[in-house]
């Protein structure tokens, strides 16, 4: 069963940076991109950055220029550096498959993601 765990998140001033954890488990195969989602005060979850398989990033335009995703094969686990923060970044941050989410029990899964608040 798939399990991710989100790490990293805490209390910052802005333009202070964070690194942010995803750890992995229970993955079967392993052919899927991954991303990084956020969910803002009042907002939608939506995607702010992706790593596929071949290392090729995408950064949705808030982040871009100050977030790097990366990851670890040999730990099976993802980042996320975060420079430059601004209190629009404020959100819980999660990560998860891309396109296709990570599935359990029939429902889309999502770990407890983690909390970043930049205080202005």
């Known amino acids: 069963q798939v399990q991710v765990v989100e790490s990293g998140g805490g209390l910052v001033q802005t333009g202070g940076s964070l690194r942010l954890s995803c750890a992995r488990s229970?993955?079967?195969?392993?052919?899927?991109?991954m991303g990084w989602y956020r969910r803002r005060p009042g907002k939608q979850r939506a995607l702010i950055a992706r790593?596929?398989?071949?290392?090729?990033?995408f950064y949705s335009d808030p982040v871009k220029g100050r977030f790097t995703i990366s990851r670890d094969n040999a730990k099976d686990t993802f980042y996320l550096q975060m420079n430059s923060l601004k209190p629009e970044d404020t959100a819980v941050y999660y990560c998860?498959?891309?396109?296709?989410?990570?599935?359990?029990?029939?429902?889309?899964?999502w770990g407890q993601g983690t909390q970043v608040t930049v205080s202005s």
């Open positions: 998860n498959a891309y396109p296709t989410l990570y599935y359990s029990g029939g429902l889309p899964y």
């Open positions: 229970g993955i079967t195969s392993d052919d899927t991109a």
């Open positions: 790593i596929d398989r071949d290392g090729t990033t």
